[in-house]
């Protein structure tokens, strides 16, 4: 489990987290999402114990990071994948980690074949794609086989098949009962992913929700489709419904697709179809991160 509590860091005068509180709990993906500039990487190295919180903490599995013995078999990170010695082999890259945590080669050559990269194992890290170097760094987060997983924007420099592959091992992980938090700018990409996300903006709590509030609470309407237009119409604004014709149906809003239904059925009006629809969920995060937005274009600016 992953605790922030009133946590604020500043650097300067400028504060990069401002007071942010969430949790994740294991056995889900929570999506940790905001604009570049949000606070995602420094809240992520507060939890990690690489930054000092100016206020406030983070907390993992009740304990601060400092005071975790073995932290490997806590805590996994991928926060900066470049970040590694270029002259060292993969397999030793991995080694010297797992030695410094008291873990066996036999785990280091597992979690080499768990990333993919059983080939080219004794291959410089230097001369290793964007890619592979990202796997390599997702295999460090697992060699401790840790409760705890924190991936710092892991699809960066995949290919589509790289991208699919995170994908599935973030479910995987989480579906195994491990608490994993995962930040990205890109809400497309947490669709796919996160059963629930944690949305920031200028180091600020926007929204924390799971996937399903989040659309349910950027419903746009309900598209209702029957013989019967006037007499359902002139039931539905009975109710306080506003409601507007659209190519042969009806577009509801200010009511449930349920209470529709309900209302309906008590009228004995047919319905033949009944579809809530939504803003698509990037739309719902361009608008609630519309103010925290660091640097726009003119385009995006709107
Ligand atoms: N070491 C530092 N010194 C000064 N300012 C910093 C430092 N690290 C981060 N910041 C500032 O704090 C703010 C939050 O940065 P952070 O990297 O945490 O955001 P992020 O959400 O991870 O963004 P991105 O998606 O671009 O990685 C930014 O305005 C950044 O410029």
Redesign the pocket.
């Known amino acids: 489990m992953i605790e922030v509590r009133e946590l604020t860091k500043r650097?300067g005068t400028?504060r990069?987290v401002d007071g942010l509180t969430f949790e994740v709990k294991p056995g889900y993906v929570a999506g940790f999402l905001?604009p570049?500039?949000?606070?995602?990487?420094?809240?992520m190295r507060a939890i990690l114990g690489l930054d000092r919180p100016t206020s406030g903490e983070a907390l993992v599995n009740g304990r601060h990071y400092a005071e975790i013995k073995n932290p490997m078999h806590h805590v996994g990170a991928l926060i900066d994948a470049g970040a590694v010695h270029g002259g060292r082999s993969a397999y030793d890259h991995l080694h010297v980690l797992a030695r410094s945590n008291g873990i066996g080669p036999k785990r280091v050559v597992h979690t080499l074949e768990q990333v993919g990269l059983a080939g080219v194992a004794r291959r410089r890290v230097g001369t290793l794609s964007l890619g592979m170097k990202q796997r390599l760094g997702v295999a460090a987060a697992l060699l401790g086989d840790p409760g705890v997983l924190l991936f710092d924007?892991p699809v960066n420099g995949l290919d589509p098949e790289g991208i699919r592959w995170i994908r599935h091992l973030m479910r995987d992980l989480a579906a195994e009962g491990r608490t994993v938090l995962v930040?990205s700018?890109l809400m497309s990409e947490m669709a796919l992913t996160a059963d629930r996300v944690v949305v920031i903006g200028r180091?600020k709590l926007i929204l924390e929700a799971s996937m399903q509030d989040l659309s349910d609470r950027f419903q746009r309407d309900v598209l209702v489709r029957t013989a019967h237009r006037t007499e359902l119409t002139r039931a539905l604004e009975r109710s306080g419904a506003t409601v507007r014709q659209e190519d042969g149906a009806l577009a509801v809003q200010g009511i449930t697709a349920h209470d529709i239904g309900e209302i309906a059925a008590h009228q004995r009006i047919p319905v033949h179809e009944l579809t809530p629809r939504s803003a698509s969920l990037e739309d719902a995060y361009l608008e609630l991160t519309d103010d925290s937005v660091?640097y726009r274009t003119e385009e995006t600016a709107r």
Do not use: F
Not at 36 to 43: E, H, L, Q, V
């Open positions: 650097y400028a990069a905001g570049n500039g949000a606070g995602k990487s420094t809240t924007e930040s700018h180091g660091e």
